[in-house]
């Protein structure tokens, strides 16, 4: 799957995070995934699934969503927890990772 990444509405800055109010609307990391991507791997919202790439593995919680495109994921760069910068090859312009879902 082709990762992107950036960041959202409420998160822009790695100084966001520290803010109480803007955490009350999103409060933790989340990795969007397309609802057919995840109907066909039995994902969830909030399941916590393993993002892999050649240079890393992170855990996050997927998000379905209905308008990223499929074979496509989302994950914001701003939130400390997550090290979505360890799936990233600087010598790429496309990363590509695979995602399952971690059985509790």
Known sequence: MILMT???SHHFGSLTQKSEDVNLIEKECF????AEDA????INTGDWIAVESPKGKIEIKAKIDEEIQ???????LNFEEIKVNLL???????????IKRVES
């Not at 990795?31 to 397309?34: K, Q, S, T, V």
């Not at 499929?70 to 914001?76: R, V």
């Open 88 to 98: 990233m090859d600087r010598n790429k312009s496309v990363d590509c990772v695979r």
């Open 6 to 8: 950036g960041n959202t």
């Open 70 to 76: 499929e074979g496509t994921l989302f994950i914001p």
């Open 39 to 42: 109907k066909r791997m039995n």
């Open 31 to 34: 990795c969007l995934i397309d």
